[in-house]
Nanobody, 128 residues
Framework: QVQLVESGGGLVQAGGSLRLSCAAS????????MGWFRQAPGKEREFVAG??????????WYVDSVKGRFTISRDNAKNTVYLQMNSLKPEDTAVYYC???????????????????WGQGTQVTVSS
């Protein structure tokens, strides 16, 4: 069982930045593809960004709406994945979740039901 704990959410003005962190309680963190999702009130959970294992090249993938503004990265020595969010917009307001995919694959999946473990979420609010 893997536990994921997010931190770094908060209230920020439009145009500002936040960095989310997600710490994993597993010694095999480097073997998991990691993803960030978000869910706004009344909306479905949405894929935001993903990063593959180092054996798959550490590739990243983003939803179009955050490309050029958000950056996902991972520090396998610290069992942590990050989401740097710049140029934030009010429409980025949501609860952000990190997730871990334990299936060995070369691609990054974007469907929530493909991920095995989830954090409790952290609120990000962007004011206009």
């Amino acid at each position: 069982q893997v536990q994921l704990v997010e931190s770094g959410g908060g209230l920020v003005q439009a145009g500002g930045s936040l960095r989310l962190s997600c710490a994993a309680s597993t010694r095999t963190f480097s073997a998991y593809t990691m993803g960030w999702f978000r869910q706004a009130p009344g909306k479905e959970r949405e894929f935001v960004a993903g990063i593959s294992t180092i054996w798959s090249g550490g590739r990243t993938w983003y939803v179009d709406s955050v490309k050029g503004r958000f950056t996902i990265s991972r520090d396998n020595a610290k069992n942590t994945v990050y989401l740097q969010m710049n140029s934030l917009k009010p429409e980025d307001t949501a609860v952000y979740y990190c997730a871990a995919d334990s299936t060995i694959r070369t691609n990054i999946v974007t469907r929530a039901n493909e991920y095995d473990y989830w954090g409790q979420g952290t609120q990000v609010t962007v004011s206009s």
